[in-house]
């Protein structure tokens, strides 16, 4: 909780920005820019930078509000956040727990704003239907999978499925 309420509440305050590029940026401009983010994110945590100790209040108010932007502008609220706890002293359960609770700030945030913005067209609800089957699974499969592996595999999982993600979206 220490560090999950400072950044959920700057997250929050920026999920509308975020929002706001989503509604005003062309696709193609945001799709590639995701891409190249989450790229640069997995390249960071693949070099296995590490940092020692509690950050101070004011780098984790922006890490939690640049979450919040890429939630906002992009749905995708996690590599500064991966980035943060799997960087840091935390063991993994500890970090997963974290990331989780500040997912349910991003979530909640964006689930709102995107509905003020009027983003929930027919269309778009029918695909969230579509992909809640593997939304599922992946919960599920997490939970199995999570405490039987080592910390080790979890960060290469982790780093793995980031630059799938970067690849994926800056190609498509």
């Known amino acids: 909780r220490r560090s999950v309420v400072p950044l959920g509440l700057a997250a929050m305050t920026t999920v509308p920005a975020g929002a706001w590029l989503l509604v005003h940026l062309d696709a193609l401009v945001m799709r590639r820019a995701i891409g190249l ?17 509690r950050l101070p209040l004011p780098v984790t108010l922006g890490v939690g509000a640049s979450s919040g932007l890429l939630s906002g502008a992009m749905g995708t609220p996690g590599p500064p956040i991966i980035l943060f706890y799997l960087s840091g ?16 700030f991003t979530t909640t945030t964006a689930l709102f704003t ?15 239907a579509g992909l809640l089957p593997v939304f599922a699974i992946g919960i ?33």
């Open 37 to 53: 983010l989450v790229l640069g994110f997995a390249a960071v945590l693949g070099l296995g930078w590490r940092y020692r100790g």
């Open 89 to 104: 002293p935390a063991n993994p359960s500890v970090a997963r727990g974290s990331m989780i609770g500040f997912f349910a």
């Open 114 to 128: 995107y509905g003020w913005h009027g983003l929930y067209t027919e269309d778009v609800l029918w695909r969230a």
């Open 140 to 172: 599920w499969l997490g939970r199995r999978l999570f405490g039987r592996v080592s910390e080790v595999a979890f960060r290469r999982a982790t780093l793995a499925l980031l630059a799938l993600i970067g690849i994926a979206t800056t190609l498509s």
